[in-house]
């Protein structure tokens, strides 16, 4: 699958379509009055992802970009090897199946027996030991600017979206200093944050300069694909769990939350921030227009 380029959102090397057919359904309502209305919902469909001959897991997802998705799941499962020669990836849309295929033979079974249920919307899921591989973490102590969060956020959430065209969607951007990259949606922000993993992984992008952009929780879940990611700064408009907190102050993650007009709140990795920007002379963030479409 190739990178696209969109002419209207110059800055990004992949920017969220909308308009891009399969990805939502006209559905026939009713709003609070009893009028007739028709809504955009987003569509949901599995895929499943197998390791060489191992069938791993099922996952719900609005169905872009599934090489990505099973790249970035597996890498972030600990499947794949930063050393692994992945010899190629294989979707069958009629089947609903990508199959991953290394040089090295590979067995998981005994790390799938032991499966935990995350928090993530659509439930994500982890196997094995969720902290495993988290020991030798060590985050590059890279620098971010105030100014360069400020001006992500805006750009963001102006970013034409799936979220805007329906919602019930998450999204996460990969960012370098304020420029928003890579943006990927999806039904479960776990889904869009592995989606990212498999683009940096088939691109060669490396994380060390890099910062994370979500619209949802910072969960323990969220940090710790992060921190295995390389990936030095976490920022969400939204709030916190006190583990995800916990995790990323273990790991040296810069974790910023409530991200809305001039404010936010930093509660790990304050070390990294360089306050450039004077937060009065941000604008405060507009009441967000009702959604296309929405009743």
Known sequence: MQLTAHDDISDYLIAPDPGRAGLTRAVEGFDHTGAPVITNVVEER??????????????????????????????????????????????????????????RKTDYEDKMRKKTRTSGCAVGTVFGDMMEGLEGVRLPATPVRTSWLYALSSKINRTPSLYLEAGAIHGTVLCQGDRPLVYMEDVGRHNAVDKIAGWMLRSGTGPEDKILYTTGRLTSEMVIKTAMMGIPVLASRSGFTAWGVEIAQQVGLTLIGRMRGQRFVCLAGEDRLLRDADPASVAEEPRRAGRKGAV
């Open 46 to 103: 599995p895929l499943t992802i197998f390791l060489n001959a191992q069938e791993i897991v099922t996952a719900m997802t609005i169905g872009d970009y599934p090489d990505y998705l099973a790249l970035g799941f597996l890498r972030n499962q600990g499947m794949l090897r930063d050393s692994d020669e992945i010899t190629g990836v294989d979707y069958d849309e009629e089947l609903e199946t990508v199959i991953v295929r290394t040089a």
